[in-house]
């Protein structure tokens, strides 16, 4: 499988030729990051309790993101990939409305329901205490909004790539629906999981406009580089851009490995 | 309440443009059915009916007398293979055995407790009980599928075409590990197929569906012999269905213009008119044309008839002899007979044909109609009759 053919193949040669192009187009201002910056800049960056408690936050709350577009989006994700009704397109267009939507307007959109006086915001509040307005629980929401998409489209692919007939044959075998939901359907589509919520984990941790306009406080990381930029300028910021990379990266790094380690299977659908 | 292993009573069941008609079918304790017909006949609607995953609108359907109609499909005690044996890839053999075991001991089923090891042993598979699914020949593989649906001591095996993604090797042999199995537990079993090969092997009896309906059940020799209308003729593999016209009686005999050319054939327990004759390929005998040319007509109960081969064809074990004689007759000979007559356009031939292997058929409208479009749809299934066939290309 790994190699279809030795000999050097022009239409190969030439995408790798455009697709390097692409490559460099995204290293690049990367690499420029990394190089503006010394090692001891980095370090007293590094240092500053109010952009450690930034960083931090941002990966607590793109944590709890995770966690909630699991909960709510591989439910989700397997009746998409299970049912069969008129419309059902139009609910996967629905999931992929915040893709397209500006994540400024996004946040808008999140401020006038999840705000004090908003349809959600407002009885939350008031019933259960809960405050989205400048809260730990309003960045998640901004977060949630804009990287859920991937949790549903992720592990909606890998449950619809599960043959139904095996779910089937766990049926007659004696396995109730839920039995067959945790037993075939969840550890075969795990991979796909896996790598959905890594997505909304990155996606997450990225996300600036939405959660700015609903929750500037506490402020995560790319608010909080934000506003180095605008009091202090390029080179404060830049440290502390080079710092959540370096992060980021490395848990991006870890996860994958687990991701590969953990779906071994996923590849045999049949 | 009946004794029999499967009863399903006028069971009928509507899904988008697809509908299953009053299906009435009944299976004894041991026996063995094949569920044959074209893809879109409705066969699998028809096991997953049986298996529990469609519910019938109307009808019943009872196992061992149980009634299941409105039971899921986990308490419906049927064992399910499907093609490529749907065996879990998460899980290794053993691992696969024990779900079914499992499963059987939550649902409180009482009889010999058995282990998977002893599941596996039974089955000649021991060996491979921490192999991957990825890791099986499919003859394993079957052996473990089997070996897991045994495990829930089911009532009745279902068979959705297991064999259809194997070459025609592997499949000939996998056919034979099933008989041998299925004849030795006793177990009763539906097994789904388009393969006239698979029917004619593994079933005591057959029942041919169409569009939703099941059209004709009985035993190989009647199904294959005996064919209520045209489409099961043609779906069996019948090559020669003519059109002829009643026109009188000779002893026992019905006397029948085909063409240019008369035949007699018995039966056929309606009035005079038109009647559709069918006779397979490999019931005609072919003999030199000068040899000996005898009597024509009827002779005793053998039709002798003088024809000009068309076209001989080898289809590799056989030769497919395509005759003129006042009407188009296909003859299947084995390549050694073939080779003896010189067989070649033009050669002169005595077509020699039993009476008693002409089965006659009262034509209908709507015979015609089915068998006009599964030709469309199933153009590798049936087999074209060389004359039909060019007047499709002329038309």
């Given amino acids: ?64 993101t995770t966690l909630s577009a699991a909960l709510l989006g591989v439910p989700l994700a397997y009746g998409l990939a299970r049912s069969d009704f008129r419309g059902k397109e139009i609910i996967a267009a629905i999931v992929d409305l915040p893709l397209a939507i500006p994540h400024t307007v996004a946040g808008i959109a999140l401020l006038i329901v999840f705000g004090r006086q908003g349809w959600i915001g407002g009885p939350a509040g008031e019933f259960l205490g809960l405050r989205f307005w400048g809260t730990l629980a309003g960045v998640v929401v901004g977060m949630l909004f804009v990287s859920a998409p991937y949790a549903v489209n992720a592990a909606r692919i890998g449950f619809e790539a599960i043959d139904p007939r095996l779910e089937k044959v766990a049926r007659t075998l004696g396995m109730g629906p839920w039995d067959v939901l945790a037993k075939i359907a969840l550890p075969l589509a795990w991979r796909s999981i896996l790598t959905g919520l890594t997505l909304t984990y990155a996606r997450a941790i990225s996300e600036f406009a939405a959660v700015a306009i609903l929750a500037y406080y506490p402020m995560t990381a790319p608010v909080k580089i934000y506003e180095l930029f605008l009091q202090f300028g390029l080179d404060a910021s830049s440290g502390m851009a080079l710092l959540l990379l370096v992060v980021t990266l490395a848990l991006f790094i870890l996860l994958r490995q687990i991701g590969r380690r953990g779906g071994a299977f996923a590849r045999a659908g049949r | 309440m009946t004794d029999a292993a499967l009863a399903i ?256 054939a018995p039966g056929g327990d309606f009035a005079g008119g038109e009647a559709l004759l069918c006779l397979r390929a490999e019931e005609v005998g072919l003999r030199p044309g000068d040899d000996a040319a005898g009597p024509f007509g009827l002779v005793g109960a053998t039709n002798r008839l003088s024809g000009k081969v068309v076209e001989a064809v080898s289809l590799g074990a056989i030769t497919k002899v395509t005759v003129d004689c006042g009407f188009v007759l296909v003859a299947r000979l084995t390549n050694r007979q073939a080779r003896e007559l010189a067989l070649a356009p033009g050669r002169e031939v005595i077509a020699e044909i039993e009476a008693d292997s002409i089965h006659l058929l009262k034509p209908d409208a709507a015979d015609r109609i089915a068998v006009a479009n599964t030709r469309q749809a199933n153009e590798t299934i049936s087999i074209p009759h060389p004359w039909r066939s060019a007047a499709q290309t002329r038309g």
């Fill in chain 1, 1 to 64: 499988m790994r190699n279809i053919s030795a000999r050097p193949n022009s239409v190969l040669l030439a995408v790798w030729l455009v697709g390097s192009l692409l490559l460099a187009f995204i290293l690049a201002p990367l690499i420029g990051l990394a190089t503006v910056q010394s090692p001891a800049n980095l370090v007293r960056v590094a240092a500053m309790p109010d952009v450690r408690l930034a960083i931090a936050l941002s990966l607590l709350a793109a944590l709890l």
């Fill in chain 2, 9 to 264: 009573e006028r069971a009928s069941l509507t899904l988008g443009q697809f509908s299953l008609r009053a299906i009435d079918l009944e299976l004894e304790a041991g026996e063995i059915m094949v569920l044959l017909g074209p893809n879109g006949a409705g066969k699998s609607v028809c096991l997953e009916l049986i298996a529990g995953f469609h519910r019938a609108s109307s009808g019943r359907i009872l196992i061992h007398g149980r009634e299941v109609t409105d039971l899921p499909p986990e308490q419906r005690r049927v064992g399910l293979v499907f093609q490529n044996f749907g065996l879990f890839p998460h899980y290794t053999v053993a691992g696969n055995v024990s779900l079914g075991l499992r499963a059987r001991r939550g649902a409180g089923r009482t009889g010999t407790a058995r282990n998977v090891g002893e599941l596996l042993s039974r089955f000649g598979v021991a060996h491979l009980s921490d192999r991957y699914p990825q890791d099986l020949s499919p003859g394993e593989k079957q052996r473990v599928a089997l070996a897991r649906a045994l495990a829930t001591q089911p009532d009745l095996f279902l068979f959705d075409e297991p064999f259809s993604a194997l070459d025609a090797r592997t499949r000939v042999s996998l056919r034979e590990d099933l008989k041998a199995f299925l004849r030795h537990s006793g177990m009763p079993a539906i097994f789904v197929s388009h393969d006239q090969t698979d029917a004619a092997l593994l079933a005591d009896r057959v029942a041919v569906m169409n569009r939703g309906e099941i059209l004709q059940v009985g035993a190989v020799s009647d199904i294959f012999g005996k064919p209520v209308n045209a489409f099961v003729a043609e779906f069996t593999g019948v090559e020669n269905i003519l059109t002829g016209r009643l026109s009188g009686q000779r002893g026992d005999l019905r006397r029948i213009e085909v063409a240019d050319a008369v035949l007699h």
